[in-house]
């Protein structure tokens, strides 16, 4: 049995560094600290990935920044994903960032991922969250069934930027540490 504390990337499929979406991130991260899961929150950076192209496949390598992005994708077990919505899916650097590691060989081959997210219409990214999990469903990543959906961003956050909502904030704790549950289970692996 691997004694080592589960590796999680934590990321926002948002560029903006203000993201209502990496303002919630935190709370996972925060859940999956608490269950012993070893975590590493991406910034933006991390997905300013060039648009997918396989003419930039030279040789069986990728263009360097996807090879980074490939390699922490590849060391961790298991991924937390606040993805906010953009016209009813997720966003296209978020897509982008997917599209290259599930290049063969596919990074995210049975890894496990959390997903939820903010937003400021009424529907909390639902739509969003179902297009997602449908992505990582097509390769071979096992979704925590349970999602934490936030509407209204702009009235979410007191003055410090900190949820409003307890419960939403417990959820999203809980959310966490759920997904470091999942990846101590090996549900991934069958």
């Known amino acids: 049995m691997d004694e080592r504390p589960p590796r999680i990337l934590a990321l926002a499929g948002s560029l903006r560094k203000a ?8 709370y996972a991260i925060e859940g999956a600290r608490a ?3 070893k975590v590493e929150e991406l910034g933006p950076e991390w997905l300013r990935l060039p648009l997918y192209d396989g003419d930039l496949e030279v040789s069986g390598r990728f263009p360097d920044d996807v090879e980074t992005w490939r390699r922490k994708i590849l060391e961790c077990d298991g991924l937390l994903i606040a993805s906010p919505e953009y016209n009813h899916g997720i966003s296209g650097v978020l897509k982008n960032a ?3 590691g599930s290049r063969p060989p596919n990074v995210f081959s049975g890894k496990v991922a959390a997903s939820f997210g903010i937003t400021p219409g009424a529907q909390g990214t639902a739509r969003s969250q179902m ?3 449908v992505c990582l469903a097509a390769i071979n990543v096992w ?3 349970k999602t934490v959906l936030v509407p209204h961003a702009r009235e979410a956050f007191d003055d410090a930027g900190n949820l409003r909502n307890e419960r939403q904030i ?4 809980a959310l966490g540490g759920a997904l ?3 990846v101590l ?4 692996r069958g």
């Open 185 to 188: 289970s090996g549900v991934a």
């Open 180 to 182: 470091v549950a999942a």
């Open 35 to 37: 269950a012993g899961g």
């Open 131 to 133: 297009n997602l999990r």
């Open 170 to 173: 417990q959820e999203l704790i």
């Open 98 to 100: 997917i599209d290259w």
């Open 143 to 145: 979704v925590v069934p």
């Open 19 to 26: 993201s209502f979406n990496r303002k919630i991130l935190r």
